[in-house]
């Protein structure tokens, strides 16, 4: 025990001299909390290029870190022992992070670039007059498929999904709110639904689901899909957009009963050092040429409407990737369903997985 002690302390003691001396190079370099901005992000989220151009623009030095989950994000930051000036949270994670008073209001007046942002995606339930975040990228959840896989048939809806003939043939996402969200859409309910019987409903029918589903994955989903391995998928339009690139026998729908409207919003996270160059970032990014780029770069679709005259007109005329007002109004945004509803949920969707088996 007694050489344990000594190794922590070892350890710790390293450890801080490390972190002293990389805080004394950049202060010698020029870098300080007043001229650093740290930005938490989903990883390969953002065209690098636009990080150098920030930096060369302003003087300001940004230190890039990225995150898996919306709930690692969150506890790193509810923990409080890094410094974030920019994080990149989905819009459910930003009403629980309001509730937990994570976040530092947003300025407007240091916006100005807040007018480019399409009216359909601002004052949205999880923040009310965007006091808190502002919209970076937008999307649905949806179905692809492989159009030459399945002999030409094609898919609008979920109901589809349960046809006899897709055995084995279907990739699920490894998420609760996205399959179980397709469930009660596929019986016409809400997919933020917490009545007990629709909820036991759903699930008898993801059950009965189980013979056409090849397996429920995450992040391979791509790479099974571009491959051939499988010829129906349950994903975010970002990642069929990514995919059908690689594949042009690949379709995309958003289903007819509906589906998830999806953001990940821009914020300023309590930890931060730098208030100033947090909304510097943020306007930033809200330039139309900027969104442009950072969209073509990532492949998602972008909310910013003035972007879209700097976007190839083949990209932005696609309404699979950017829908009509009348398909959008017909979608759902995912809400803060509450610690005990949220738990429902996961609890309903392992039992699933564990049926499958």
Known sequence: MKKLVQMFLVISVVSALLLYAISRLNTSQGFTSSNTLTIYNWGDYIDSDL??????????????????????????????????DIAIPSEYMIDKMREEDLLVPLDHSKLPNLKNIDERFINLPFDPENKFSVPYFWGTVGIVYNSKMLGGKEITAWADLWDKDLKNEILLTDGAREVMGMGLNSLNYSLNDT???????????LDTLTPNIKAIVGDESRMLLEAQEAAIGLVWSGVASEIMAENED????????????????????????NVDAA??????????????????????????????????????????FYPSP????????????????????????????????
């Open 51 to 84: 990080i150098d151009r920030f930096e060369k623009e302003t003087g300001i030095k940004v230190i890039y870190e990225t995150f898996d989950s919306n709930e690692a994000m969150m506890t790193k930051i509810e923990q409080g022992g890094t410094t974030y």
């Open 195 to 205: 009545n007990e019987e629709h909820l036991q409903e759903a699930k008898a029918k």
């Open 250 to 273: 690949l379709e995309y729908v958003v289903p007819e009963e509906g589906s998830n409207l999806w953001f990940d919003n821009m914020v300023i996270p309590k930890t931060t050092k």
């Open 279 to 320: 909304h510097q970032f943020i306007n930033f990014m809200l330039d139309p040429e900027v969104a442009a780029q950072n969209a073509e770069y990532v492949s998602y679709s972008t909310p910013n409407k003035e972007a879209l005259k700097y976007m190839p007109e083949e990209v932005v005329k696609d309404e699979r």
């Open 326 to 357: 009348e398909l959008t109004e017909k979608l759902e945004v995912y809400e803060n369903l509450g610690k005990k509803n949220l738990a429902r949920y996961n609890e309903l969707f392992l039992e699933f997985k564990m049926h499958r088996k």
